[in-house]
Each structure stands twice: as C-alpha cells, then as structure tokens.
C-alpha cells in the first residue's frame, strides 16, 4: 500500500456500500448517504482512530442543506478503490462566479512556480457531487505540494487579501502531514509548525526557502 495521506480520495463499490451501511442504522434515511456510492461519489481519508484497525479511515461531509454532517466510516481495504485529486483548474466551473478572479489569480501563481493546487473542503464536494456545499462565508481549501517556497505563499497572501473568500488549506508534507500554509509562511525560520497526519499531530521545523 503507498503513503495514505489525510484528504486523499477513494470509492466504495455500490454492493460494498450497502454492506457497510447494513452495520449503520444510524445513517437510515440520512440524506444521499444510501445513494452514495452509487453515484459514483468518493469517501475522504480522515484520521484514524485506535480503535480502528486495519480498515481505511474515511469520511463524507453532508452539505449545509442535509445538517452538514461530517460521517466517519472504517471502509474494508478489499472494497475501496484510489480515486484521483482534484485539481484547482478542475473544480473551478464548480466555484461561485465571484470566486472566479480570484481563483484564476492562484492558478496562475502556481503556474508561475510550476506546482498544482487541489481542491479539498466545499469546493470539492461541489465539485464531485453537484450539491450546494458553498456559501457566501465559505473558504477555499486548496492543498499545496512540499516544493512550494516562501515568496508562493507571499504571493498567495497578497492574492487572499483582495479576494471576496478567505484562502485556507495545507502544503502537504513528503510523509503525508499537512502544515497550514499560514502558519508556515508566518513561522520564524528557527521555528516550528504544527503537523497533522493520519495518526497523529507534531510540531516539525518550518524550513521553507527564505
């Protein structure tokens, strides 16, 4: 098995899917969960729990209009399949018209430093599924490759400070940990940033190039 990182995407075979919610009366009549994976719609690793042995750790959030519920799942490995990232680019046509400048803003920004951005958070999940997870106070979530330096993330602050959304998200780690941009950028070059993995958060060195 690779590296299996927070955020990463899988789906569930529909027969697979019913199997697993047979064992989750507390999911009966909860919006769009039965249908699910019968959509073609994937679950997102979370981090995982102790008590959840060997299984994948996932989830899916409901949108706004269903609770926005966040539902945890411990899917058998043998019924989930990887499903590919979604890119910035890709998820852009699912962004609200006032998001757009903004987001063409970043993606030239990345183009510049030769890095893609993906989606997480509400813009995928609109994205994926169609449904209404976006609103006038959300965020964009983006998750941003190691290689990112120190000026990209000046560049993405500049960016954020004009923008009608707030610009939110991780650059992700080689072994898989997220570190929130933010952070990162601020930290002091001797300092440190907080981590989150899959099975665990620590503080690791912010050593972006300065």
């Given amino acids: 098995m690779t590296t299996l990182r927070r955020h990463d995407l899988f789906v569930v075979a529909p027969e697979a899917w019913d199997r697993l919610l047979a064992g989750r009366s507390d999911l009966d009549g909860v919006p769009h969960v039965a249908a699910w994976a019968a959509n073609g ?3 997102i690793v979370r981090r995982r729990h102790p008590d959840e042995g060997d299984h994948l750790p996932a989830g899916l959030p409901l949108p706004p209009a269903a609770g926005k519920r966040r539902i945890g799942l411990a899917v058998p490995w043998a019924d989930a399949t990887p499903s590919p990232p979604v890119t ?11 998001w757009h400048l903004a987001v063409d803003a970043v993606l ?15 813009l995928l999940w609109q994205s994926l599924t169609g449904l209404a997870y976006l609103s006038t106070t959300s965020d964009l979530d983006l998750l941003w490759p190691a290689t990112v ?6 560049g993405l602050a500049a960016i954020e400070a004009g923008a009608p959304m707030r610009l939110d998200g991780e650059v992700v780690l080689p072994d898989g940990a997220g570190v ?6 601020d930290a002091p070059p001797s300092g440190s940033v907080l981590a989150k993995g899959l099975d665990r958060v620590a503080l690791v060195p912010a050593s972006l190039d300065r």
């Fill in 149 to 154: 330096t120190h000026s990209l993330l000046d």
């Fill in 180 to 185: 929130n941009w933010r952070e990162l950028r």
């Fill in 108 to 122: 030239a920004l990345a183009a510049e430093y030769g890095v893609v951005p993906q989606v997480f958070g509400g």
């Fill in 41 to 43: 719609w994937p679950v």
């Fill in 88 to 98: 910035l680019a890709a998820a852009r046509p699912s962004a609200p018209p006032a």
